[in-house]
């Protein structure tokens, strides 16, 4: 079965700070194109971050400096380290993968998505 596991929301202070995991079964992550998007209930979601297979990153511009994508092919996971957070970064948090493209603007190139997981910061 083909799947992304993502973990490691949490309930965390403004300026602290979470990694979040994303764990493919099923397939081998290394010449896919990951991503990171979030979403709030009633709207539509969002990409965070994308990261190509040879490494090249792409940030929204509300996390750029705080939140850094990253991979490691040898254990089929990705990451998504978020610093500095702030209340309106709490959103669940979303890995997807596409074979052949990732950008923020859109959902639909995605082939692959977890479940999702919560990350609320707040006092």
């Known amino acids: 079965q083909l799947q992304l596991v993502d973990s490691g929301g949490a309930l965390v202070q403004p300026g602290g700070s979470l990694r979040l995991s994303c764990v493919a079964s099923?397939?081998?992550?290394?010449?896919?194109?990951i991503g990171w998007f979030r979403q709030s209930p009633g709207r539509d979601r969002v990409g965070v971050a994308c990261?190509?297979?040879?490494?090249?990153?792409v940030y929204a511009e509300s996390v750029k400096g705080r939140f850094t994508i990253s991979r490691t092919n040898a254990k089929n996971t990705a990451y998504l380290q978020m610093n500095s957070l702030k209340p309106e970064d709490t959103d669940i948090y979303y890995c997807?993968?596409?074979?052949?493209?990732?950008?923020?603007?859109?959902?639909?190139?995605?082939?692959?998505w977890g479940k999702g997981t919560l990350v609320t910061v707040s006092s």
């Open positions: 997807a993968a596409s074979k052949y493209h990732c950008t923020l603007g859109t959902t639909r190139v995605m082939d692959y």
């Open positions: 990261i190509g297979p040879s490494g090249p990153t």
């Open positions: 099923g397939f081998t992550l290394d010449n896919y194109h």
